[in-house]
């Protein structure tokens, strides 16, 4: 048995900037089932928020704007002293990267540039290029191999172990040579990212797929706000890679098939700069009412037109952008607009936990997308998630020190970690010898159209009834998967599909949690419940897991100086 | 276009002796990548098939193979800009195979963490941020934006002819933090890749260029550090940073 006094499942953002935190004090070690710098982090564009004040129109910029801003964008979801620690320690963290090297673009005095994102107030996120994703975790990573931090590459996490409340550990598989180990410790953090791949059209990496939030489930751990998915505006039609908010940012319009700036009719102060349920929503119904582009059965799509911005912005502000529409549409936007659909972007919800990535086990602790502290509410804006992992995983990272320090028992619960590790292994060969009907990449794909095409953009009662339905159809199917390669070594085909009961179990949360929910409040817009309730639904919505299904509890927001107001733009 | 024919390098060490060449059909569909190709056939055909993969954007570095006799990441290759239906994918050549496309990085990690891949600042951080020009920052433009793929690596024959040779992506990291107003580390810096498994290996055949996904001109970044090396050996001094 393996041990560390701290694990950290993830190596994105979240989890290696904890992993530095205890990494001096501690014995911690990293669990990734890639190398560290191939976490979806890496993808993230546009930039990170922070209240520098950096920007010639950004002067008085402070956390508390910002902290307004995030409540606003959420839709009055987010816990306000959460979100005001966020904000606080905003600036301290991106100091603290750019310390470290991150290769922030600059100002013309030479500090941190920051440009506009849709919801802000103020020019407030920080960037690097249209790469800040990169910069920031290329940057991270830097300083964790600095340290020395010991990272266990191309394991897969299959099962967190807790007995009675408390956390004994993980048992995890060897991907290169198909073995299960356990991993015991006193203190395990999941920065595991979000759920995007439960839903069709994803931005996301092919590799977030819930399985954090599925392990914590399986351990009787709640999940928050589940039904709070983020469809981003803009993701490239056909294989829905992220054309960043960035590139509004800087300018860019969206145009309908008559050439109108249609923003006009439904944000018209904000315009392209709204949060991204107003501006997803709104293409949608441009969409759907006939002025879009394309065949409306592939969904449709209208433009984002850069143009007008010239060549040279487009080549320092963009790069990235114009690749990736080179690249995979064909289409240069320096020269002609990219043509772009709504597409699933970001896991609102996720694991129930404070500020300290503390949750209901002790020794547990979640931060980043996986997690939900929460500081996205029901819509999060543009830059606060890369900014979430930062400073949360700090956070976890130092409560978790401290709890370690604190312990007097250590090295507990050898046996039950044996016995999950035995179960874990039973469930794998069961798995192999299965001989099942049911094509699992048939399966992961009904259950993503499910998802993006009944609990979507919009919803509405009967719909979601019907994808809930087959969702459930799903779960029993599952059942009866065959995996055709028995082979141990890299097996991939093995290593995916022990992850679709998971995957399937989320998306029953998230149905759940939709249906229920009868309001219609950021991401979740119900045509059958246009309107926010304050009086019945200003309350985190908490699932448990139950062999009979989720069963959904709920606990109050936290509100701080911020009184519940419409949301105007 | 017409179907597919899909030539696959296939090598398992726990069962197979040797290598062999899988052939699969493929159907092709508008805007199909090889990641697209290499899905198909493991849900469709074959699960024994083992590649890597992750954000399908050329962002991540996961999937870097030999395609059709180069190296490329297999998410970005479109089909239809090979121009052909005969295809033909292989792991990134001289590096020891894991299982089929799956290829041991570890070599080219420990050459990159050896030149150490962090900023090292002369004096304690201020308070705010370090203060960098436009232009100081723009020097960096190209060399930050390496994804770490081994595609570089791979493709370079001073790699293959000496396994102590740091490789074109560890020198360009080296450049990067050299480069970097903000590192105070230059001395050192260039003592790490001034030798002969190093900067002077690289004799310019800008097979590294040729092959980079990400587009970096690697070779003159070289070129630019053994600059500074001579220059530091004939007394010159270190430091100066100017855009190359
Ligand atoms: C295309 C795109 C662009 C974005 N741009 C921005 C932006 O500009 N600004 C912004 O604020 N946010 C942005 N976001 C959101 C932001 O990038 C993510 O929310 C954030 O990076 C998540 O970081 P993380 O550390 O929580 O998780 P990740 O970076 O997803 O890392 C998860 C880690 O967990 C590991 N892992 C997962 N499951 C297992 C398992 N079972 N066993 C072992 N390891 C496991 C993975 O290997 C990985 O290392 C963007 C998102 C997308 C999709």
């Known amino acids: 048995m393996i041990y560390h006094q701290v694990l950290v499942v993830g190596g994105g953002l979240a989890g290696l900037r904890a992993a530095i935190e205890t990494g001096d004090k501690l014995d911690v070690a990293v669990i990734s089932r890639v190398n560290p710098v191939r976490s979806h982090s890496v993808a993230a564009q546009g930039g990170i928020n922070g209240a520098l004040a950096n920007a010639e129109n950004g002067r008085d910029d402070t956390p508390e704007r910002h902290a307004f801003d995030t409540v606003k964008g959420s839709d009055y979801l987010a816990d306000q002293d959460a979100v005001e620690i966020m904000t606080h320690d905003a600036p301290i963290r991106i100091i603290e990267m750019e310390h470290w090297g991150c290769p922030f673009s600059r100002t013309p005095e030479g500090k941190i540039a920051q440009r506009p994102f849709g919801g802000a107030g103020y020019p407030r996120t920080c960037y690097a290029a249209d790469k800040t994703g990169h910069a920031l975790l290329h940057t991270m990573y830097e300083q964790a191999i600095r340290r020395g931090v010991q990272v266990y590459e191309e394991w897969q996490v299959q099962r967190l172990v807790l007995e009675n409340g408390k956390t004994r550990g993980v048992i995890a598989m060897n991907l290169i040579t198909g073995q299960l180990e356990a991993f015991q410790a006193e203190a395990v953090l999941l920065a ?6 439960v839903f069709a059209r994803s931005t996301n990496s092919l590799i977030v797929t819930g399985a954090g939030q599925a392990m914590a489930y399986k351990a009787g751990i709640p999940l928050k706000d589940m039904e709070f998915i983020q469809f981003h505006p803009t993701a490239l039609y056909g294989p829905s890679i992220l054309i960043s908010e960035a590139a509004r940012g800087e300018g860019g319009y969206l145009k ?189 794909e009904e259950l993503r159209n499910t998802m993006f095409y009944k609990i979507g953009v919009f919803r509405q009662e009967e719909e979601m009834r019907e994808g809930l339905e087959k969702v459930r159809e799903l779960k029993d199917r599952v059942k009866k998967i065959h995996i055709a390669h028995k082979g141990r070594r890299y097996n991939l085909d093995l290593a995916r599909n022990l992850e679709l009961e998971g995957m399937v179990e989320m998306a029953e949360v998230i149905a759940l949690g939709a249906i229920t929910r009868k309001e219609s409040r950021g991401s979740h817009y119900r045509l059958d419940h246009r309107e926010r309730d304050d009086a019945n639904w200003l309350k985190h919505t908490l699932a448990y897991r139950t062999d009979d299904g989720p069963r959904l509890d709920y606990k109050p927001v936290t509100i701080t100086r911020y009184q519940p107001e419409a949301r105007r733009y | 276009m017409a179907d597919l024919d899909v030539k696959v390098f296939r090598f398992d060490p726990d069962t197979d002796d040797k290598p062999r060449y899988d052939t699969y059909q493929v159907t092709y569909r508008e805007g199909m990548t090889i990641l697209d190709v290499l899905f198909y056939i493991l849900e469709n055909l074959d699960g024994s098939l083992a590649f890597r993969y992750a954000c399908r954007e ?28 005969e295809l033909f994918i292989e792991p990134l050549p001289s590096l020891p195979v894991i299982k089929d496309l799956v290829v041991d990085l570890d ?76 590192d105070g580390a230059q001395k050192e810096r260039l003592d790490l890749v001034a030798h002969e498994h190093g900067l002077w290996r690289c004799h310019t055949v800008f097979n590294c260029v040729e092959v980079c996904p990400k587009g970096i001109d690697n070779t003159s970044a070289i070129q630019y550090l053994k600059k500074q090396a001579v220059g530091r050996a004939l007394g010159m001094g270190v430091g100066k940073r100017a855009a190359t």
């Open chain 1, 256 to 444: 309908n098939n008559r050439g109108e700036r249609f923003m006009e009719k439904y944000a018209p102060k904000a315009m392209e700069l709204s949060p991204r349920d107003i501006v997803a929503r709104s293409i949608q119904t441009e969409i759907n009412e006939g002025r879009g582009f394309g065949d409306p059965g592939a969904g449709g799509y209208v433009h984002l037109d850069l143009t007008h911005l010239g060549k040279e912005k487009i080549m320092e502000r963009l790069p990235a952008i114009r690749d990736i529409a080179m690249s995979f549409a064909g289409v240069d936007p320096i020269e002609k607009p990219i043509p772009i659909q709504p597409g699933m972007h970001y896991t609102m919800g996720g694991i129930d936990c404070n500020a300290d990535g503390e949750t209901v086990a002790e020794g547990f602790y979640a931060a980043g997308e996986v997690a939900c502290v929460s500081v996205h509410g029901a819509n999060r804006l543009g830059g606060n998630s890369l900014l979430e992992t930062i400073v949360f995983g700090q956070r976890s990272g130092a409560a978790m020190l401290r709890y370690v320090m604190g312990l007097d028992k250590t090295r507990q619960g050898t046996i039950a970690l044996e016995a999950a590790l035995r179960e874990e292994k039973e469930r794998v060969e069961e798995l192999l010898q299965r001989d099942g009907a049911e094509n699992p990449g048939r399966l992961h």
């Open chain 1, 192 to 197: 595991t990212g979000g759920a995007g791949r």
């Open chain 2, 58 to 85: 050329a962002i991540c570095g996961n999937c870097a193979m030999y395609v059709n006799g180069l190296q490329r990441l297999a998410c970005k290759t479109q089909v239809k800009d090979l121009k052909t239906t």
């Open chain 2, 107 to 182: 070599s080219f990690f420990g050459k990159y963490v050896s030149i150490k891949p962090y900023l090292i600042p002369a004096e304690s951080p201020p308070e705010k941020e370090y203060y960098q020009s436009q232009s100081d920052r723009h020097v960096l433009n190209e060399a930050v934006d390496c994804i770490l793929c081994g595609a570089c690596y791979s493709s370079c024959p001073a790699v293959w002819t000496d396994e102590d040779y740091l490789g074109p992506a560890a020198l360009i990291k080296a450049f990067r933090f050299y480069a970097d107003s903000r």
